[in-house]
């Protein structure tokens, strides 16, 4: 059984950074792809970064050059460092583990999702 356990969401101000962090078990963490993906209230889910199994990375064009996805294998650990925060950054954060070793902002490309943490920024 795949968990997957997110951290480090909360509340900051516009200008702030924070790093989130997401724990997988269940099954050999460097062959998938892992993603980060967030929620607004009253918005669909929406793909913020990818990592795929060999470190390559993709962004939204609205978080490019403000957040960094990494991955540590021998953690079972990828994380999402967000810089230069934005009001509208706000939103449910949730990491997710894709069906292969590729990355993909859909999704349907991901089989398995955490609780996901809540990001928070203030004007």
């Known amino acids: 059984q795949v968990q997957l356990v997110e951290s480090g969401g909360g509340l900051v101000q516009a200008g702030a950074s924070l790093r989130l962090s997401c724990v997988a078990s269940?099954?050999?963490?460097?062959?998938?792809?892992m993603g980060w993906f967030r929620q607004a209230p009253g918005k669909e889910r929406e793909f913020v970064a990818a990592?795929?199994?060999?470190?390559?990375?993709y962004y939204a064009d609205s978080v490019k050059g403000r957040f960094s996805i990494s991955r540590d294998n021998a953690k079972n650990t990828v994380y999402l460092q967000m810089n230069s925060l934005k009001p509208e950054d706000t939103a449910i954060y949730y990491c997710?583990?894709?069906?292969?070793?590729?990355?993909?902002?859909?999704?349907?490309?991901?089989?398995?999702w955490g609780q996901g943490t809540q990001v928070t920024v203030s004007s």
């Open positions: 990592i795929n199994w060999i470190v390559n990375t």
């Open positions: 269940g099954r050999t963490f460097n062959n998938y792809a």
């Open positions: 997710a583990q894709g069906r292969g070793p590729s990355w993909t902002i859909h999704p349907a490309g991901y089989n398995y």
